[in-house]
């Protein structure tokens, strides 16, 4: 079993920049990589970003990439989501989940993963 827990959430303004973190905790070894995801209200979860913890190979969503950055420390079992530019629209609870095996068919499946977190909420005023 892996615990993965975020945190950095909070309320900001637009324009504004959050680092998450999420920390795993328990058989951590066993993990390929890591994930974040986030669901507004009434909407599906929807991938952001991921790391492979070999390597450091990341992924991005489309959307994301050139503001939000994903890394990881291997020593403190951590990976962060550094969110740059924030709007409005990236209201969401954000979820982090790890993955044990090379991924099939890419990253962003929610279905690949293994583990969640419970989520931290990331509210962006205009």
């Known amino acids: 079993q892996v615990q993965l827990v975020e945190s950095g959430g909070g309320l900001v303004q637009a324009g504004d920049s959050l680092r998450l973190s999420c920390a795993a905790s328990g058989r951590t070894f066993s993990s390929y990589a890591m994930g974040w995801f986030r669901q507004a209200p009434g909407k599906e979860r929807e991938f952001v970003a991921a790391?492979?913890?070999?390597?450091?190979?990341?992924y991005y969503a489309t959307s994301m990439k050139g503001r939000f950055t994903i890394s990881g420390d291997n020593a403190k079992n951590t990976v962060y989501l550094q969110m740059n530019s924030l709007n409005p629209e990236d209201t969401a609870v954000y979820y982090c989940?790890?993955?044990?095996?090379?991924?099939?068919?890419?990253?962003?499946?929610?279905?690949?993963?293994?583990?969640w977190g419970q989520g931290t909420q990331v509210t962006v005023s205009s």
């Open positions: 790391i492979r913890w070999s390597g450091g190979t990341t």
């Open positions: 989940a790890s993955r044990r095996s090379m991924f099939i068919g890419g990253p962003a499946n929610v279905r690949q993963y293994d583990y």
